[in-house]
């Protein structure tokens, strides 16, 4: 469930009307709810009661400030997966012993960078990474304490893109080879191995290739403690997935997947990570735009709306669907017309949907994309110089601007010119 509801004819965040926000700072934009996001992390929370647990926000999915310091000051951890992502959180006051890092390229420098500031664990991918953070420790004088992920070989059954757990995916290491990797790493004087690292993919909407997948991890689990390492910890990655389409069968619930943790890995007495980002914010965003013009082509409508592919680059990245409604909500029992919903960047990907059905707008009007929390504005770019558009948090009966929009000049300014023009 989410806080964006019609509210006398006119869709709100939680308390404030979108007409009101679009007033304020132009569209398109993007708005978060705070009790959607709070919401949502409690959920997880709750869904590991009664299990030593940290749920780690994946803050890869919207990583604004504003919004980690919600969610951190709610209780969360961080997972983050870049040097960036790091300082991003830091910056938002969570503590180093709550940030674990991710990632299967981490460098040298962003290794020293998560050494010094503390981190709660590395999530080593490679043996040669394991190589690097252990002379990174060893030159720094102190020790790296670090999970090694693990590639379960399952098919999480979700988007190309978005699978990371079969063996054909650059992620982890072969779970087939856990036992040997374990062994180096257990030998190595910079490194405390202090758990097991699965992360199977994105948007999974069937709990099946978790219970595979953490099985699998179980079965390690007794393995490794036989053989002298102190297996204490599971990180379990995110992945659940949410429903995209109004009509949607509902994927399970955090409170299903709690309940599959507890029976697959209960009994080993591990404290449990979890990594959810799109559950977390997926909900709790949306992107509105203006309609700039009705288009008639010659076999269909066109939306031409402000907002593009650079801003909410989903549709046209993982053919990801979005509800996209009217801002006033429309007369019961209007007859829908069919648009294809398209944005000015002049790329014929730059379509949000095809042939959708929905009550007529016209130019002027707000439309708003549900859903679009995660993997929204942190993918956008400045594509067609379009402007990166403002972020904007709600919380009961207020709104801030989290993020400004750029003007022209801050965009062209950023760009520097040699001495010989
Ligand atoms: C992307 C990612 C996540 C979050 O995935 P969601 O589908 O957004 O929950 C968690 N852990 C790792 C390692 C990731 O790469």
Redesign the pocket.
């Known amino acids: 469930m989410d806080h964006f509801l019609y509210k006398d004819g006119v869709l709100c965040a939680e308390e404030v009307p979108i007409p009101e926000i679009a007033a304020a700072v132009g569209t398109p934009f993007y708005v978060y709810s705070t009790a959607t996001l709070l919401r949502h992390f409690q959920l997880f929370d709750e869904a590991l009661e009664g299990m030593d647990h940290l749920v780690c926000y ?1 803050m ?2 919207a990583s604004n400030q504003a919004i980690l310091k919600t969610l951190a000051q709610a209780g969360a951890g961080m ?1 983050v ?1 870049s040097g960036g992502e790091y300082m991003r959180a830091k910056a938002a006051g969570v503590p180093g012993d709550k940030i674990v890092f ?2 299967v390229g981490k460098t040298a420098a962003e290794i020293r960078l998560a050494l010094e500031g503390g981190i709660r664990q590395f ?1 080593v991918e490679s043996e040669p990474e394991m190589e690097v953070l252990n002379a990174t420790a060893l030159a720094l004088g102190v020790t790296a304490p670090i999970t090694i ?1 693990v590639n379960p070989d399952v098919d999480a059954k979700t988007h190309a893109k ?1 699978a ?1 757990g079969k063996s054909e995916n650059k ?1 982890g290491i072969p779970i087939s080879r856990a036992q040997e990797v374990y062994a180096l790493a257990g030998a190595m004087q910079g490194l405390e191995v202090i758990g097991i ?1 699965v ?1 199977i ?4 909407t069937d709990l099946s290739p978790f219970e595979l997948a953490y099985q699998k991890v179980a079965e390690l689990t007794v393995q490794l403690r036989a053989e002298g390492h102190n297996i204490r910890r599971l990180d379990l ?5 949410i429903p995209y389409a109004r009509d949607n069968q509902a994927p399970p619930l955090p409170s299903d997947y709690g309940a599959l943790v507890k029976r697959t890995l209960g009994h080993l007495d591990c404290e449990i990570e979890i ?6 914010a ?1 909900n709790a965003g949306l992107m509105v735009s203006e309609v700039i013009y009705v288009k008639s082509g010659e076999d269909r409508d066109f939306l031409i709306i402000d907002g593009a592919m650079n801003d909410l680059i989903r549709p046209a990245m993982y053919e990801a669907y979005h509800d996209i409604v009217p801002v006033i909500e429309p007369d019961a029992g209007i007859e829908q017309v069919k648009f294809d919903i398209v944005g000015p960047v002049c790329e014929s990907g730059d379509t949000f949907a095809k042939g959708r059905a929905m009550p007529p707008v016209a130019a002027g009007e707000l439309v708003a994309f549900r859903s679009a929390g ?2 929204g504005a942190v993918m956008s770019s400045e594509y067609n110089s379009r402007p990166l558009i403002p972020e904007v948090l709600v919380h009961k009966d207020q709104f801030a601007v989290i993020r400004p929009r750029p003007t022209f000049d801050e965009m062209i300014n950023r760009d520097t010119i040699p001495s010989w023009l």
């Open positions: 994946a890869k999915a997972d997966v991710s990632g999530n992920r978005i990371t992620f690292d992360h993919g994105s948007q999974l990655g995110g992945g659940l997935g990594e959810p980002g799109r559950l977390i997926g995660a993997y």
